[in-house]
Structures are given as structure tokens and as C-alpha cells.
């Protein structure tokens, strides 16, 4: 009988070994069983929460090709750790006549799925309450609740017994004085993008010894990231302003902006590089620039945002009145070839002629002709609307006398 071996450890400071002890527990247990192993998958520090790995996608797909009969590994929770993920592999397992035997659980049944299942599933949430506890003791003995952001070191010490002692941060006095830098150029009126571009042109390296970039420099106020946000800097550690969630379909991690009222807010007035004189003007300076998107405030800023083409809102179609797509040859909004089935192509619009927009920029002489012109075009259109039933798409943007004609259904 042709089996398959499966083996995985979540943790990168787990031994590299435990991949080794899991395959060789399994090869014993099918040299007892008399089974023939004819291949091997691994996962190597990658969580069990997720089936975006590729040893188990890998198993899934030689599996479905009748590759083997049966997938050994050491238990059901190194398969998944997810009641939905675990079902999943064993409703396609079943599909394909593959047996799925673990040396805790024996052979897995629909009885295993759901009651282990059930149970990974609360061992991870009860480890990851356990970790948030501890990770709440350490803040508010004002050490780190993890993370390194760009102006400290990590301490590393260890206890008497040993033990390593985490949390413990320190200020580095290069990356100081590049965070003091950039907030003194933002309050003397630089924008992120401009300081972005002067470190990056003196080679001053960023955070992780990556390149600046004006996100990691202004951030998301209400998130608390980016430099300008952190609060660190005068001295007050804030934690669990977010929570992280793990999208089922990508297996990537989203965040999610906790209320208030669930912060855990500590003063470590040792870590402070800004002085709150320049916390505050910063804050000053990001609430006039911020842009008001419910109601127009006193923002000048909001007054000059532009649309990113030309004519964006204004030209609209002769036949129905709804504007055009922003993508060149698109037909208006509205057209639909069930309604036209005379024309092969619906009313295109057509690309700005220079002297069209010539309208917008030069004096108002030219101005006038346009409008002049449009008003001649829109006299004509009336005309030809009165002599029969024939429905003519006029486009203000095409030379002048220019139609796209359009018969009425």
C-alpha cells in the first residue's frame, strides 16, 4: 500500500529537527503496517491556521492525482489546526479514495474532524489569550509588548536562572537623530514626499535598512503608524490600539483599529526623543492639512483637489445625458447593444482635440468660440431631433458638425 508523509512545526525557534522526528515516527509506523512510502511533505515554520502552505497544497494536489492511498502524519493538528481547513483535506481526500491515519488519532473518521477540529480550534484561541496576557503584564511594567520600531535597540539580557529577560529597549542615538530631523523638517513646512527623497538621496537608511518612502514618514494618524504617529517618541507606550485578523481566503493579516477604550496606555518617560512642544506642532500641522471628506471645513486644501483628466464630470452624452468612463473609446454609461442592434458599434467617445482644450487654457476669446460652437452644435441637434424619430448623439469633444448617429430601438 502506497503512502504519503506529512510533517510540520509552526515556530521559527523550534528545532529544524522536529521535522525529522515526526517523518521517522512515521516511517517506523509504516514498516509496521507493511506500507510502502513513496514521498514526503514538509512545513517548515509555517502556522497551522492556514492551508495557504506549500507542502499541504502540494499533498492535496498528489492526492487528487491517486499518487498514494494513504497520508500518515504524527496528528491531526499537524494537518490544520482549523475546524474548516481540516474538513476540507478530508472531504477531498474521501473524493479521491485516500485514507488519512495519524499516530495519535489512528484512522481519522468524520467523528475526528469534528470533535478535534473543534478542539485545535479553541487551543488556538485560548494560546493566543494566554499570549495577549502576558503581553498586557509586560506593558504595564513598561517594557515592549513586541515590535522594534526605528530609534531603539533591543536589550539583550538574561535572568540569573538564564532565562532571557524581553521587552527591555534602549535609544539609538543615529536613529534619533534622523527621527528629531524629520520632525523638525515637517514643522518647518517640508512635506513626507520631500523628506522621503532627501534621506534617500544622502543614503540615510530607513527603518529595517530599507529605503524611505513618504508612507513610513506620515502614516495613519488614527492608527498610530508612521513616524510622525508614534507615540514612543514622547515617551508614552500604547498598546492594543490594533488587532489583527487573518483573511480565510488570502491568509494574510489585516488589522483592525480597537475603540479607546481597550488601549493600554503607558508613560516611559526614558524613551522620550521629541519634545511634546514638537509632538504638538506636528499634530497641528496634520489636522489643518488633513482632508475633510464628510463636510468642507476651513481646510484650503480641499478646495484644490483636482479631477485626474481634463473634461472628468463634463462630457456628457446627446442621447441619454450620462457621462462617459474615464477610459479612452468607452460608449457612454448607459449604452447597451440590446437596445441599439442596428449598430455594430455603440457612440464612442472620442479623445480631447488639442483645440478643445486650447478652450480651457487660452483667453477668453477662444473660450467664447467654444461656447459658441456648442450652442450652434446643440441648435442642429434640436433640428434633426424634429424632422423624425431619429436619435442623434451629439459629442463636444469631436470637430465641428461631427455626429454619432444612433436609431431608436
Known sequence: MKVALYARYSLDNQRDASIEDQLRLCRLHAEKQGWTVVDSYTDRAISGASLLRPGIQELIGDAMRSKFVVVLAEAMDRLSRDQEDIAGPFKRMAFGGVRIVTLSEGDVTHLHVGLKGTMNALFLKDFADKTRRGLRGRVAD????????????????????????????????????????????????????AIAFELNKEGVPGPQDAEWGPSTIHGNPKRGVGILNNELYVGRLVWNRLRYLKDPDTGKRVSRLNPESEWVIQEVLEMRIIDQEVWNAVKARQKSLAYETSEPGENPLNERRRPKHLFAGLVKCGCCGRGYPSRPQSPCRSWNPMRFPSHRKPPWRQHVPNDAAGWVRC?????????????????????????????????ATRRPHSYCDVRAG
Open 142 to 193: 513598561g517594557k515592549s509588548g513586541g515590535g522594534l520600531c526605528f530609534g531603539y535597540d533591543v536589550v539583550r539580557q538574561f535572568a540569573a536562572n538564564g532565562e532571557p529577560i524581553r521587552g527591555d529597549r534602549t535609544i539609538n542615538g543615529e536613529e534619533a537623530a534622523v527621527v528629531r530631523r524629520i520632525f523638525a523638517d515637517y514643522i518647518a513646512g517640508k512635506s513626507s514626499c
Open 363 to 395: 483667453p477668453t476669446s477662444s473660450f467664447a468660440a467654444g461656447v459658441a460652437l456648442i450652442s450652434q452644435q446643440r441648435k442642429h441637434f434640436a433640428a434633426d431631433l424634429a424632422r423624425g424619430g431619429r436619435m442623434v448623439c451629439f459629442n
